[in-house]
């Protein structure tokens, strides 16, 4: 074996140190390049396929009603993460990952209607959202237009968590939201029933409702999974105003599917439209 002197032996370690830094970078580029287009193409990022691991599950919505309820509560994180997490966690729950791998507490942002805003019922926002991640839009919507219609003609609360209460214990007053409007729903409530929008009640309906919107939201999903989902529920008034603002009429102003009357009609606090209309 050949003698090397020390100037010998530290210039081939620094060689083999440089030369790995050099395939380390080369390593970290390839793999960066491996993940986005081509350099002349516009910069994103190729789409990932959807795992195939993302099918839906039939759930017992017996079972997850509660959950639903007692998510309402959780850190005070809400209506939206309440129903969100009862569909998926309880997914997690029986059938492990991908399902259960999802950051759940994202779900807090559609609480109040999304940041208080009193958008849409973040219960509504939180199932919708379940749906989203096995279904595309074009088999989504009618799931969601038949559970949201469902939300506007129903008496709210209908479940009871009997001694489970965390809010107010014993039945609520019922009211007939018309709307699947946060602001809406809960005023609404709140001018028939007399209680307050900052009474615990107020909280208790919402927590109920939670659990009400989650049983009917895997109802729909389990017959969209047995192929026997027929959506029915239709709005008449959503009919009689696109026959005039529907795309391609007179006044092509309409977009959305809510039933336009609590908005467009009552009084005049409310921009009536249904009567001297021309």
Same mark, same amino acid.
């Given at each position: 074996?050949?003698?090397?002197?020390?100037?010998?032996?530290?210039?081939?370690?620094?060689?083999?140190?440089?030369?790995?830094?050099?395939?380390?970078?080369?390593?970290? #580029?390839?793999?960066?390049?491996?993940?986005?287009? /081509?350099?002349?193409?516009?910069?994103?990022?190729? %789409?990932?396929?959807? +795992?195939?691991?993302? #099918?839906?599950?039939?759930?017992?919505?017996?079972? *997850?009603?509660?959950?639903?309820? $007692?998510?309402?509560?959780?850190?005070?994180?809400?209506?939206?993460?309440?129903?969100?997490?009862?569909?998926?966690? $309880?997914?997690?729950?029986?059938?492990? &990952?991908?399902?259960?791998?999802?950051?759940?507490?994202?779900? %807090? #942002?559609?609480?109040?209607?999304?940041? %208080?805003?009193?958008? =849409? *019922?973040? /219960?509504? @926002?939180?199932?919708?959202?379940?749906?989203?991640?096995?279904?595309?839009?074009?088999?989504?919507?009618?799931?969601?237009?038949? @559970?949201?219609?469902?939300?506007?003609?129903?008496?709210?609360? =209908?479940?009871?968590?009997?001694?489970?209460?965390?809010? &107010?214990?014993?039945? @609520?007053?019922?009211?007939? +939201?018309?709307?699947?409007? *946060?602001? =809406?729903?809960?005023?609404?409530?709140?001018?028939?029933?007399?209680?307050?929008?900052?009474?615990?009640?107020?909280?208790?309906?919402?927590?109920?409702?939670?659990?009400?919107?989650?049983?009917?939201?895997?109802?729909?999903?389990? /017959?969209?999974?047995?192929?026997?989902?027929?959506?029915?529920?239709?709005?008449?008034?959503? /009919?009689?105003?696109?026959?005039?603002?529907?795309?391609?009429?007179?006044?092509?102003?309409?977009?959305?599917?809510?039933?336009?009357?609590?908005?467009?009609?009552?009084?005049?606090? #409310?921009?009536?439209?249904?009567?001297?209309?021309?």
């Amino acid at each position: 074996m050949t003698n090397m002197s020390r100037r010998d032996v530290l210039g081939w370690l620094g060689g083999a140190a440089l030369g790995g830094v050099l395939a380390g970078v080369g390593g970290v #580029v390839a793999t960066a390049g491996d993940g986005l287009a /081509a350099k002349n193409d516009k910069p994103k990022l190729k %789409e990932t396929p959807k +795992p195939a691991a993302w #099918v839906p599950h039939k759930l017992n919505a017996v079972e *997850c009603a509660p959950v639903a309820y $007692a998510g309402y509560w959780d850190d005070g994180l809400g209506c939206c993460y309440g129903s969100f997490h009862a569909i998926i966690g $309880a997914m997690g729950e029986k059938f492990g &990952a991908p399902y259960n791998q999802f950051p759940f507490r994202m779900m %807090e #942002v559609g609480k109040s209607g999304i940041s %208080e805003w009193g958008t =849409i *019922c973040g /219960a509504l @926002l939180g199932a919708a959202s379940a749906y989203a991640l096995f279904w595309g839009r074009k088999e989504r919507d009618p799931m969601v237009t038949e @559970l949201f219609r469902w939300y506007e003609r129903t008496a709210f609360p =209908i479940y009871d968590p009997g001694a489970g209460a965390q809010g &107010a214990a014993g039945p @609520l007053p019922t009211h007939v +939201p018309g709307s699947v409007l *946060c602001h =809406i729903s809960v005023s609404s409530w709140c001018q028939a029933t007399g209680i307050d929008a900052g009474n615990v009640k107020r909280s208790e309906r919402c927590a109920r409702v939670t659990a009400d919107v989650t049983s009917k939201a895997i109802e729909i999903m389990n /017959a969209k999974i047995d192929g026997t989902f027929a959506p029915a529920l239709k709005s008449q008034a959503e /009919a009689a105003c696109g026959a005039c603002h529907g795309k391609g009429k007179v006044s092509p102003m309409l977009k959305g599917r809510m039933d336009c009357t609590p908005c467009h009609g009552g009084s005049a606090h #409310v921009q009536d439209k249904f009567h001297n209309h021309p």
